[in-house]
């Protein structure tokens, strides 16, 4: 029994990249989003994995766990996971689907909670830039008010409203642009908004 448990046990998976690894040239560079994708985000599904191997063999075993510690890791992993496998589908080539303005129900979303697109992008710009040490700018709505907000979110899991759905990432840990813009977070943030997939983050916003 305890070896059918631990073989049916669904595991994390990394998610192959929705586009060509040097797709989003010369905004972020083939080298970097393959080190990205490959080994960091590979890491955070190993570690996720491998975390709730340690609860599985210590429940079988009945061993006792340092809850606090594992459960702290578990919660780091798990957000790199989910908001990489977020943030990958948020970007496609420049003029390719990529940059521009948002349309659809995005965009009047975004007209009438910031005014203008420019606001919306000056603010989740400054959102971005100012994480302290690694982080992310991620756009997201509030299920009880319907409305869009800007979250910073500090490592992966800190700083996340609970239950709010999130239509848009932007990774600015240094492992994200460092290979092309060295400490430059400014530029790579400028980047970005040249290969946004503003279709992908319309569609999550409508599957809501
Ligand atoms: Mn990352």
Redesign the pocket.
């Known amino acids: 029994m305890a070896v059918e448990m631990m073989t049916t046990q669904r595991k994390y998976e990394l998610p192959p990249l929705p586009y060509a690894a040097d797709a989003l040239e010369p905004q972020i560079s083939k080298e970097q989003i393959s080190i990205?994708h490959d080994k960091?985000?590979q890491g955070y599904v190993t570690g996720a994995n491998a975390n709730l191997e340690r609860l599985e063999k210590a429940r079988q075993e009945g061993a006792e766990l340092d809850m606090k510690a594992l459960l702290k890791e578990l919660s780091f992993n798990i957000g790199g996971h989910v908001l990489?496998t977020l943030f990958w589908p948020t970007m496609a080539p420049a003029g390719r689907g990529g940059g521009g303005t948002p349309g659809g129900a995005l965009a009047d979303l975004i007209e009438r909670e910031w005014g203008s697109f420019n606001r919306f992008k000056a603010e989740f710009t400054k959102a971005a830039a100012s994480v302290e040490g690694s982080g992310w700018a991620a756009l997201a709505c509030c299920p009880i008010t319907d409305r869009p907000i800007i979250m910073q979110i500090e490592k992966h899991n800190t700083n996340v409203y609970p239950s709010f759905r999130i239509l848009m990432v932007l990774?600015v840990?240094e492992?994200?642009y460092y290979l092309d813009y060295q400490n430059n977070r400014g530029q790579f943030i400028d980047a970005f908004w040249n290969v946004v997939n503003w279709d992908t983050v319309d569609k999550r916003l409508e599957n809501i």
């Open positions: 990205h960091h985000h990489h990774d840990w492992h994200a």
